[in-house]
């Protein structure tokens, strides 16, 4: 099992910056890719960025290449998400998940609880 917990998120002006967070915990991550996605009020969930555990080979939504960065940090089992020039079309609860695949193949197994982010124009 895998715990995932995620934080930062929050409200900010369009174009400012927040940084997400997501806690990993339980049994190790190295096999795994982790990835951000998003939910926006009534319309599906989207995959942000994702990158591999053990690696870091990343990849990224069309929408949010050049804005947004994911990194992860293996000595504290963190993965982050960094948020550059916010749009309000950011808005969204952010979830984060630990799985298997590559881009649209993805398939998680495990997900955090969500953190909204709100970027007011």
């Known amino acids: 099992q895998v715990q995932l917990v995620e934080s930062g998120g929050g409200l900010v002006q369009a174009g400012g910056s927040l940084r997400l967070s997501c806690a990993a915990s339980?049994?190790?991550?190295?096999?795994?890719?982790m990835g951000w996605f998003r939910q926006a009020e009534g319309k599906e969930r989207d995959s942000v960025a994702g990158i591999t555990w053990s690696g870091g080979s990343t990849y990224y939504a069309d929408s949010v290449k050049g804005r947004f960065t994911i990194s992860r940090d293996k000595a504290k089992n963190v993965m982050y998400l960094q948020m550059n020039s916010l749009k309000p079309e950011d808005t969204a609860a952010y979830y984060c998940?630990?799985?298997?695949?590559?881009?649209?193949?993805?398939?998680?197994?495990?997900w955090g609880q969500g953190t909204q982010v709100t970027v007011s124009s």
């Open positions: 339980g049994r190790t991550l190295g096999a795994y890719v």
């Open positions: 998940a630990a799985g298997r695949g590559w881009e649209t193949t993805f398939r998680s197994s495990y």
